[in-house]
């Protein structure tokens, strides 16, 4: 995945159980699965952006990339007040600003259409996080931008997420 207007070039993984279990939410302690059932998502480290797949780890969303998509896509990437993560600059996104999304199919580009700022509390009952639109992309992380509140050594207590539309429906092959 590119961002070139933040200058993000990262690999996209699947986010697994194991993961889940060896995650947890910075803010309240908690371990990312509960019972069987992935309840955040905590990037295995700052440089790759974790895809949430629906069905691995009883996550009910989570829709693959590409023009067939019927639902939202879901990518989370770390950030931190200190540079260095993947989505450090993701609060930074413009309306109209692209993504690029490089599948089996071809590369999959993706228009921003807006970035909000809900607490963490709140993020999965938005809008943005439970409806299913196809093609739309939501790019996720930490908000430490300015005014950002912290708590427990640094941890944001809100979220940056990016609302992406898929550009056309077909992606481009370099053909």
């Known amino acids: ?13 699947l986010y697994t159980v194991a993961q889940a279990e060896a995650g947890s939410d910075g803010v309240t302690g908690r371990s990312c699965i509960d019972d069987g059932v992935i309840t955040c998502i ?14 691995v780890g ?9 023009t067939d998509s019927d ?3 879901y990518l989370f990437g770390h950030s931190s007040a200190a540079p260095g993560t993947v989505f450090d600059s993701l609060y930074k996104l413009e309306t109209g600003a692209s993504a690029l999304v490089t599948t089996s199919a071809g590369v999959l580009t993706y228009d921003v259409e807006r970035v909000v700022k809900p ?11 439970i409806d299913q639109v196809p093609g739309r992309l939501l790019l996720i992380s930490c908000y430490h931008g300015p005014g950002a509140k912290t708590v427990n050594g640094g941890y944001s207590t809100q979220n940056v997420v990016a609302v992406l539309q898929l550009r056309g429906g077909t992606p481009n092959t370099g053909q």
Request: aromatic content about 6%; glycine content about 14%.
């Open 42 to 55: 905590d990037p295995p480290d700052g440089t790759t952006v974790s895809w949430q797949k629906a069905a």
């Open 1 to 13: 995945m590119t961002i070139p207007s933040i200058g993000v070039d990262a690999p996209v993984s």
């Open 119 to 129: 607490e963490k509390g709140d993020y999965t009952s938005t809008p943005e996080a």
């Open 58 to 66: 009883g996550i009910a969303f989570g829709a693959e990339p590409g």
């Open 71 to 73: 639902g939202t896509v």
